[in-house]
């Protein structure tokens, strides 16, 4: 049998993810966090790697690229130079888990060059990446809407509890404003340090909402239901977030005013992914997401916003070989 040709190159296009809200940020049980996800079809992050004389990069996210194979030259004692050329990425620190996904697409294509292998969560941990949420791990592996059980005493991201098909007839409508950042690196570190105490009440009502609500609304293509429950629950988890965000559940209030809009006109299941600053609705449609688009973009405009109708993705990243 002859031994297969070595692989050349590999690219890798990783899908964006949402970060819905959280379970329980109280932690008295011995669980911290606990976090709500959805893996979506656009933006993407979309990268080629190859063997070469001296590592390099190019394209978007140049530096990030560099300390992710660096990160991995070191842990897996490889002793290659590599060329990757990045020429897609999810926007940066907007909310759509851009740094976890450049890190695993960028991890699996060195992994699949070396004849490696290794999970996602195996090359997170490499990229140090998943500190309080296996969402976008769980993105990049399977897709789907996700449910995670948050961090325990375990030095180890947290268990995937959920993952499951989201429908496919659905759109999401996103919301972005690229003049604004969500907190990040040491900021977001000292913004969780500052965040009040979570009352253990909410933290029992937002597990309800999720329990009996959410997620049986999504498992019976109830979008009212679902969106009724997601809207409650990025309620309660804005509120708490307000305090490190100036005071507002929105770190842009341009994309609550517009989404709150969107609401009145049919729209539900309205919040922000992560620190922002963009923000999501959901519709049960493409017709009515398309309704929403031409009745909202002008405003949007006018605001200095960008409105983009996505889908769910119920597919992991993937990979090609050269």
């Not at 933006?43 to 080629?48: A, G, I, L, M, N």
């Not at 690229?65 to 990425?89: D, F, I, K, T």
């Not at 959410?214 to 969106?227: H, I, N, Q, Y």
């Amino acid at each position: 049998m002859l031994d297969a040709p070595p692989v050349k190159g590999c690219r890798v296009s990783a899908p964006a993810r949402l970060h819905l809200g959280f379970l329980d940020l109280n932690g008295s049980l011995g669980r911290r966090y606990g976090s709500i996800g959805l893996a979506l079809d656009a933006p993407s992050t979309d990268v080629h790697v190859a063997r070469a004389a001296a590592t390099s990069a190019s394209g978007p996210e140049q530096d990030r690229v560099r300390q992710v194979v660096e990160r991995c030259r070191a842990a897996l004692g490889l002793a290659g130079h590599y060329r990757v050329e990045v020429s897609r990425a999810i926007p940066p620190h907007a909310g759509l888990g851009s740094g976890t996904q450049l890190a695993l697409a960028v991890g699996l294509a060195l992994m699949r060059l070396e004849g490696l292998s290794l999970t996602a969560q195996q090359i997170g941990d490499l990229a140090g990446r998943g500190a309080r949420s296996a969402i976008g791990m769980a993105a990049f592996e399977n897709g789907g809407f996700i449910v995670d059980g948050g961090r325990g005493a375990l030095d180890q991201p947290p268990p995937v509890l959920i993952q499951m098909p989201f429908p496919e007839a659905w759109r999401v409508l996103l919301v972005l404003d690229t003049r604004a950042q969500g907190a990040h690196g040491d900021r977001e570190t000292q913004a969780f340090a500052a965040l009040p105490p979570f009352p253990d009440a909410l933290a029992d009502r937002l597990c309800r909402l999720v329990l009996m609500q959410l997620v049986p609304g999504l498992k019976e293509a109830d979008l009212a239901t679902f969106g009724a429950a997601l809207t409650q629950i990025q309620g309660i988890v804005g509120g708490h977030f307000a305090a490190a965000q100036g005071g507002s559940p929105w770190t842009s209030p341009a994309v609550g005013e517009l989404l709150n809009r969107a609401g009145t006109l049919g729209a539900t299941g309205i919040g922000q992914t992560s620190w922002g600053p963009t923000g999501f609705a959901f519709t049960p449609s493409p017709d009515v997401a398309d309704r929403l688009y031409h009745s909202l973009v002008e405003d949007a405009k006018a605001r200095g916003l960008q409105i983009a109708i996505v889908r769910g993705r119920n597919a992991g990243a993937t990979l090609v070989t050269d």
